[in-house]
């Protein structure tokens, strides 16, 4: 079914702390099976921006709708299930890789799988047993690629990567936006995410650079 209006619509949305903007107006529109790039300086707000995106932070001004609905009228939990902030530095959980990927379970009652686990795994080339290994046994490229499989156990329609490939190395980048690319194409998933990488920039789908915050300053798609 087809609709006449974005599914994440972003009208003029601000920031502000103690009397300082640290973000600057931003409007933007994104579409099922659209892959958005925020690039711009430090201090530009786009970590900023998607953490009010994903309500970790309220906004200033303006407003934002989600499927025509502003998301200050939504379930809190409900809207996270359907638009998931991923974090720079993966927040994990419990003792286990399997705690963190049966938490999503967990969270809707219902009882993990551990055969779709293990899948899920092998989408970032991540082997089978390390479902059972120690979170402090890690790398830092797995710890991400766990917290990032994490947020897709149960595919939202929005997905919200803040800097998620920025410390990793090559062949682990290539691996993440790999994932993420086949869940544009195919599964019609909505991106929102943040980079500094020229190659990233270079191959993105769209791109909206953000300017810090200044008197007249507005951040709109060019």
């Known amino acids: 079914m087809t609709t006449d209006y974005p599914l994440l619509d972003v009208q ?20 099922a099976g659209e892959r958005l790039l925020l690039t711009g300086p430090s201090g530009s707000g786009k970590s900023t921006l998607l953490k009010i995106l994903a309500t970790l932070l309220e906004p200033s001004g303006g407003q934002i709708l989600f499927k025509n609905q502003n998301i200050a009228s939504l379930k809190t939990e409900h809207y996270r299930q359907q638009v998931s902030y991923c974090f720079q530095t993966p927040q994990l959980f419990g003792d286990t890789v399997y705690d963190n990927l049966a ?15 293990v899948e899920s795994l092998a989408d970032v080339h991540l082997a089978a047993d390390m479902l059972d290994k120690k979170i402090e046994q890690l790398s830092g490229g797995e710890k991400q690629r766990v917290g990032l499989l994490r947020n897709l156990q149960f595919l939202p329609q929005v997905l919200l990567l803040d800097e998620v490939t920025s410390a990793l190395d090559e062949e682990n980048k290539v691996i993440i936006n790999a994932l993420i690319d086949s869940l544009v194409r195919e599964k019609h998933l909505a991106v929102i995410g943040i980079s500094h990488d020229g190659q990233e920039i270079r191959e993105a789908q769209q791109v909206l650079k953000l300017e810090a915050p200044e008197q007249g300053t507005t951040n709109e798609p060019a």
Do not use: E, Y
């Open 103 to 117: 938490l999503p379970w967990h969270i809707r009652q219902q009882k993990p799988s551990r055969d779709k686990l």
């Open 12 to 31: 003029g949305v601000t920031f502000s702390l103690q009397g300082r903007m640290l973000l600057a107006p931003v409007s933007l529109q994104l579409n």
